[in-house]
C-alpha cells in the first residue's frame, strides 16, 4: 500500500492526487473530517504546495500551530540539529536533556512571572486535562466551570469541558462529572444588549470599536449564581476560558469581563485557568491573550509587594499548537505552591513524550524567532489591516451580510448576518442561511486560500501565520471578497 501511494504522490497531476485522496480516505474514519481534497507535497511561510502544483495561500496555518510560518529556517535548522543530537530522553527516566534546559529558559522570559512551573505535555487536549488535574489536587474540591461556546480539546476530560459545537461530543457521553457551563458574554447575541437595539454595540463600519463595549454584567451574575446553586464555591476547583473563544467563533470578550472573572475567583479561592492554546505564543499581537484585559505583573513598572501571588493573571495556564511552529509540544504554567509534593507526590504528573526533545528545539527556537522578529508587532498591524479591510468589505456589500468583524491580532474572525431569498441582506441581526461559513470556505479553496469555519453559528476565522506580509494580506481580502459576493449571489 505504501509503494502504491507513494508512486501516485510522485505522478503529481490532480487525478494521481485524487487517487492517492482515495486511497487515504479508504482507511479513514470519516469521523476524521477533511475540509480539503488536496494532498501537500511542501510548504514554506504562509504558502503550502500541493503534489499537482496548486500554490495554496493558508490563512489557517494548521489550525493556528504553524505560527512562524511553514518550514522557517531557524525552527528547521533547530529541529534537524536535535534530531541528530537525540530525539527522545524521556522526562521521567532522565532530569532533563540539553532542549528542555533551552525551553525552560525561554519560557521563563516570556510567561508570566508568577507562573515558574512548567509541566509538558503533548497536545493542548492532554494539556488542559492536566491543568484540571493539577487545579482539583491543589484545592482538593471536585468541580470546574468553563463557558458556553468554549473549546479545550477532544480527550474525555477535555471535552466535557467544550460546547462549541455538539459533534464534540455526540455519541460520547456521559461526559466527566462535576462539569458546570456558564454563559459567555457572546455581545453579538446578548439579549440586554439586543433590548438596547445593540446601541453600545461596535458596528461594522467601525465608528465604534469593541474596546467601547461593556459588559452587560450578566454573564458575571450568572456565574455568581451558578455559585449560589449548582456548584459551591466550596467544591469548584477551577473555572476555565479562552481569552478570546477561539473554534466557538473567535469572540473576545467585551472589557471588564476578564477583570471581574479574576475579582469573583480571588473572592471564592477558586483557581482561574487561562487555555492559551489557540490565543498564545503572539498570536493576538500579545505573548498571551489575557494580557489583553488582566495586567501582567512581569511587566508592571514597578511590582507592589500587597500583588496576590497570581498577580491578577491566571492561575494556570495552558499553551500549545503555536508555542512550537507545528511539532507536537504543549504544557501548563503555573506556581509552585499549587503543585506542592504534598498533594501531587512524584509520579502524578508525567507522559511518554512529554517534553521530547526534537518538539522543545523547536518550541525554543520558536520562541526566539517570535522575539527576533517582533511577530507580536507583525501580528498587531497584520491584524489591523485584515480588519480595516473586511470592514470595508462589510461596507461595500449589502448591510447586514457580515454581522460583525472582531478579534485581536492575527485571530480575526467574520460572522455572516441575515440574507433574504430574494438576495437581499436581512437586518443585521438576522438568522443567516445555515451553511454561508461553509460555503465562503470553500469558494475561498477553489481560489487557492485555506480557511475555516468556527462555532455553532456562521462564522470563518483567519489565524494565518504570525510572519504574514502585507501583501498576503491584500491577496487574502481579494480572494475572499470574491468568495463572499460568490456564495452571496447564489443565496
Ligand atoms: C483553546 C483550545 N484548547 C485546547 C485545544 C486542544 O488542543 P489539541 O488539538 O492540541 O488537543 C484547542 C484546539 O483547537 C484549542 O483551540
Not at 527516566?93 to 525551553?103: E, I, N, P, Q, S
Amino acid at each position: 500500500m505504501a509503494g502504491r501511494l507513494a508512486s501516485l504522490l510522485a505522478g503529481g497531476t490532480a487525478s494521481a492526487a485524487r487517487k492517492t485522496l482515495d486511497g487515504v480516505y479508504a482507511h479513514t474514519p470519516p469521523g476524521v473530517i477533511k475540509f480539503n481534497d488536496v494532498v501537500i507535497a511542501s510548504g514554506e511561510g504562509c504558502w503550502l504546495t500541493t503534489t499537482d502544483g496548486r500554490k495554496l495561500l493558508d490563512m489557517a496555518s494548521g489550525i493556528g500551530a504553524v505560527s512562524t510560518g511553514h518550514c522557517h529556517p531557524a525552527v528547521v535548522a533547530a529541529v534537524q540539529a536535535q534530531a541528530a543530537r537525540v530525539v527522545h530522553a524521556q522526562q521521567n527516566v532522565v532530569g532533563a536533556h540539553t532542549a528542555m534546559v533551552d525551553l525552560f529558559d525561554r519560557l521563563s522570559g516570556v510567561l508570566p512571572s508568577s507562573l515558574d512551573q512548567y509541566f509538558l505535555a503533548n497536545s493542548g487536549a492532554e494539556a488542559v486535562d492536566n491543568a484540571v488535574k493539577i487545579a482539583k489536587a491543589a484545592t482538593g474540591r471536585p468541580n470546574v466551570i468553563a463557558f458556553e461556546g468554549g473549546f479545550h480539546g477532544r480527550t474525555l476530560g477535555a471535552m466535557a469541558l467544550t460546547s462549541s459545537k455538539t459533534i464534540y461530543r455526540q455519541g460520547f457521553g456521559p461526559t466527566m462529572a462535576g462539569v458546570h457551563i456558564a454563559p459567555y458574554p457572546y455581545c453579538l447575541h446578548c439579549k440586554a444588549q439586543a433590548a438596547r437595539g445593540h446601541a453600545g454595540y461596535p458596528t461594522v463600519t467601525g465608528e465604534r470599536r469593541c474596546a467601547e463595549i461593556s459588559c452587560c454584567g450578566g454573564p458575571l451574575d450568572s456565574l455568581e449564581w451558578m455559585l449560589a446553586t449548582q456548584s459551591a464555591p466550596s467544591d469548584t476547583a477551577a473555572i476555565i476560558l479562552e481569552p478570546i473563544l477561539g473554534e466557538g467563533g473567535f469572540v473576545a470578550p467585551p472589557p471588564g469581563f476578564l477583570a471581574g472573572l479574576r475579582r469573583l475567583c480571588d473572592k471564592h479561592g477558586i483557581l482561574l485557568i487561562a487555555d492559551e492554546v489557540q490565543t498564545g505564543a503572539g498570536r493576538t499581537g500579545l505573548w498571551w491573550g489575557h494580557q489583553h484585559w488582566l495586567p501582567d505583573p512581569s511587566s508592571a513598572s514597578s511590582p507592589s509587594s500587597s500583588a496576590p501571588a497570581n498577580g491578577g493573571g491566571p492561575d494556570l495556564l495552558v499553551f500549545a499548537k503555536g508555542i512550537a511552529s507545528g511539532y507536537p509540544l504543549a504544557g501548563v504554567a503555573t506556581r509552585r505552591e499549587l503543585v506542592p509534593a504534598e498533594r501531587m507526590p512524584p509520579g502524578t504528573l508525567g507522559g511518554t513524550y512529554g517534553g521530547n526533545a526534537v518538539a522543545c528545539a523547536a518550541a525554543a527556537a520558536t520562541i526566539d524567532v517570535i522575539n527576533n522578529e517582533r511577530l507580536t508587532d507583525n501580528a498587531q498591524e497584520r491584524g489591523q489591516q485584515l480588519r480595516e479591510g473586511l470592514v470595508k468589505l462589510a461596507s461595500e456589500l449589502p448591510p447586514g451580510l457580515i454581522a460583525d468583524v472582531r478579534g485581536r491580532g492575527l485571530m480575526v474572525g467574520v460572522e455572516f448576518g441575515g440574507v433574504t431569498d430574494g438576495g437581499s441582506a436581512a437586518p443585521r441581526f438576522a438568522t443567516p442561511k445555515k451553511g454561508v461559513a461553509y460555503a465562503v470556505t470553500k469558494a475561498s479553496a477553489a481560489r487557492d486560500m485555506l480557511l475555516l469555519t468556527a462555532g455553532a453559528r456562521e462564522s470563518v476565522r483567519f489565524l494565518p501565520p504570525l510572519t504574514i506580509t502585507a501583501a498576503e494580506v491584500d491577496i487574502a481580502l481579494g480572494v475572499f471578497g470574491e468568495a463572499v459576493r460568490e456564495v452571496a449571489a447564489k443565496q
